[in-house]
């Protein structure tokens, strides 16, 4: 039996580097980097505290290849972005003319034959020493052991990247911008990459073009309005491409590269961001499939536009109680379109319909989050991004049908495109640290914070104080998937309350006695409300039935849980008995999703749907409905909560940031309250206000971005 080779781990700051295998961890989950960052990072951290010549780290991490400088540039990039770097934490000083130094104290914690730390490994595996199994005898498969666990233990990192050595897929960085770089799409000759990008001031989104072979990113449209999802024309000469977020001006448009006249082919009701792919031209050149809806309730569709003519028709008709249709995708001969559907938030599959319309077929049953799709080059698969098996990863199923593959790459991709020729991919990885935040108010005056609660590399948001303010319930992906967790109301001692999985699982609420939590769950594809122990158990399934019943909230008296549910085609307001005894009683006509009871019993307050502006109210009883707060900015539905003095809201456009503010629900005079740092909450339900009005969570981002992904030699 050949010996392990020795590893040392290094540590500085909360970062710890594995010699042997590359790795970067921050409290045992992997930081993703490319191989070749970090065997940068490994050059710096073991000269730590000397400069490093960019001539000698050049020949050092590309010995046997000549690069640009700027190749070794954005490393360094990647690895700032990596370590979340900023004036109050340097990693990595550049000395002018010369090179770099890392400036962070490093120190040499282990040296171990071990596959990762003593402890990491237990903490990983959830086993104690006595209870580890032996070793295997080849280092190989103890190597690759150890990526499966700490895989499966974080979910989406890119762990296949340490694969990559035996040479079958390279992957390179792209783009290392600030801020972040999504939309990735090949031009037909496969010289030049068209992609979205916000700026160095990361205010609005424009569509750059930028050599693949070297060079910077040139801006084709950039200007105060938003655009996004850039497709070239068959001949290379054009872009079309989405403007939103601009009034009468939102549409789809074309661009020619060399003189930038642009001309609207077809105008769009979808104003707001929709985090997807939104348009795909034809290899003929004639037509463009791009998303729309009727209005901003209703589920998207796929439309098709004659570019010259701007004549258009309707391709296909989600049902009217679904999210829609997004990621429209043309075959390689134009005659199908692939696209995502998607029923609820975080259930997707895969469609392909005739480009000259029909019955779409369903490509796949997996009820699963779905990021990103193409058709692979020969035009026989789909390509597609899914956590079909806990992180995201990269699949391929036959465009004929089929059970999908794993392809060895791009693991936590987002949006995705394949080259026409080349054998090459090319994929934006979006990464965002949320956390929860809190802030203490009295008599209008900022007490205490704000200040970080709860927290970790992953995501932390939808938190929710307890009725005695003594605990904190929140959804977190820190397991690898999204799941409900309760912590104490500092943060500490967090514990995970349910193990779904797999699933979206989210939106906790409080019963009055603070012993149960409702919350909502998709493990059947549909989403359904759920009931657990505050402490954990076995969560009990209150609703059923194919419609999506989502954010419970409960009674005053703990007897009726409240929540919204599109079983009658629109999001309207329901309630149930907690003990499931009797059917769900409709209580709204026009319009219901996030809601929550006053504290005297007396009205029920909500919003009316995802993308509706105002928050209304009726009695408990019978009575009409009414408006209260039209000042609720739409998208912002869970940025509100009801406490004894009022209505709490977020307003976004204050000029010092964004607004809490306050509705005396007597008089409906608002006062403002206090300001957030973030502008506004990240997230659907990134606002909490506990009972007395005294105390405010909310979710911010701390630490994102988002940079594209070339992957060679994809076949």
């Known amino acids: 039996m050949s010996a392990i080779p020795e590893r040392k781990i290094f540590q500085f700051g909360p970062f710890r580097f594995d010699e042997r295998d590359r790795l970067l961890l921050l409290e045992g989950q992997v930081i993703p980097l490319t191989p070749k960052a970090a065997d940068t990072l490994y050059v710096l951290i073991t000269q730590s505290g000397h400069v490093v010549d960019r001539e000698d780290l050049l020949k050092t991490v590309w010995p046997d290849t000549f690069v640009e400088e700027s190749s070794l540039t954005r490393n360094i990039s990647q690895l700032r972005k990596a370590l979340g770097e900023d004036e109050a934490h340097p990693y990595i000083e550049t000395i002018p003319k010369r090179g770099y130094r890392f400036v962070a104290e490093v120190r040499l914690v282990t040296t171990q034959p071990a596959v990762v730390a003593e402890a990491d490994a237990s903490r990983l595996t959830g086993q104690s020493n006595a209870k580890r199994p032996l070793a295997w005898s080849s280092p190989g498969l103890l190597f690759l052991a150890a990526s499966v666990l700490i895989a499966v233990s974080i979910g989406f990192p890119r762990i296949l990247n340490l694969l990559q050595q035996d040479g079958r897929l390279v992957e390179t960085p792209f783009t290392t911008l600030p801020g972040g770089e999504f939309e990735p799409e090949f031009s037909p000759d496969g010289n030049h990459l068209a992609f979205v990008w916000n700026g160095r001031n990361e205010k609005h989104y424009g569509i750059y073009v930028q050599p693949l072979q070297g060079g910077d990113a040139v801006p084709v449209v950039s200007d105060s309005a938003d655009e996004g999802s850039p497709c070239w024309s068959p001949d290379g000469r054009e872009i079309a491409f989405i403007r939103y977020s601009a009034g009468d001006k939102n549409g789809i448009y074309i661009i020619n590269v060399q003189n930038k006249s642009e001309r609207k082919v077809a105008p769009i009701v979808r104003g707001e961001r929709v985090y997807d792919r939104k348009l795909d031209w034809s290899p003929d050149g004639k037509t463009i499939a791009f998303i729309d809806n009727l209005s901003a309730e209703d589920p998207l569709h796929i439309d098709v536009v004659q570019a010259d003519t701007g004549a258009r028709r309707t391709l296909t008709h989600p049902p009217a109680n679904s999210v829609g249709d997004t990621s429209p995708v043309f075959s390689r001969n134009g005659g199908e379109i692939a696209f995502k559907r998607t029923t609820v938030s975080g259930v997707n599959d895969i469609y392909i319909v005739s480009a000259a319309g029909g019955e779409p077929r369903r490509l796949t049953r997996e009820n699963r989050y779905v990021s990103g799709l193409d058709w692979s080059e020969d035009g026989k698969e789909i390509v597609f991004a899914s956590d079909r098996e806990g992180g995201r990863r990269l699949w391929k199923i036959p465009a004929s049908g089929g059970t999908p593959k794993a392809i060895p790459a791009a693991t936590g991709a987002t949006f995705l495109a394949v080259a026409r020729h080349g054998h090459r991919l090319a994929y934006s990885y979006w990464f965002a640290d949320t956390n929860i935040w809190g802030m203490e108010v009295s008599a209008g005056r900022l007490l205490r914070g704000p200040e970080k609660l709860i927290a970790s590399t992953r995501a932390e948001t939808s938190a929710q104080y307890s009725p005695d303010h003594s605990r904190i319930a929140y959804r977190s992906d820190q397991s690898g998937a999204t799941e409900i967790w309760v912590a104490d109301a500092s943060g500490g001692h967090a514990t995970r309350v349910t193990s779904f999985n797999g699933p979206l699982t989210g939106s906790p609420r409080w019963s009055p006695d603070g012993k149960y939590l409702a919350f909502d769950s998709r493990p059947e594809g549909t989403s359904d409300i759920y009931v657990v122990g505050a402490r954990g158990g076995s969560p009990r399934r209150v609703t059923t039935g194919p419609a999506d019943n989502v954010l419970p909230s409960w009674s005053q008296d703990g007897k009726w849980i409240y929540f919204a549910s599109n079983r ?148």
């Open 568 to 715: 009658t085609g629109s999001w309207e307001l329901w309630k149930l008995a907690t003990d499931q005894s009797g059917t769900p009683v409709q209580l709204t006509r026009s319009g219901g999703f996030s809601a929550f009871e006053s504290l005297d019993g007396a009205y029920v307050y909500y919003a009316k749907g995802p993308n509706t502006p105002g928050l209304w109210r009726r009695p408990t009883g019978e009575g009409k409905e009414e408006l209260v707060v039209p000042q609720l900015k739409a998208g912002l539905w869970g940025c509100w909560g009801v406490a004894k003095n009022g209505i709490y809201f977020v307003d976004p456009d204050a000029a010092e940031g964004a607004a809490i503010r306050l509705v005396d629900p007597i008089t409906m005079k608002i006062s403002t309250i206090a300001t957030l740092p973030a502008k506004p909450p990240f997230s659907d339900s990134g606002f909490a206000v506990s009972r007395d009005g005294s105390r405010f969570l909310f979710t911010q981002t701390d630490h994102s971005g988002s940079d594209i992904t070339l992957v060679n030699d994809f076949r």
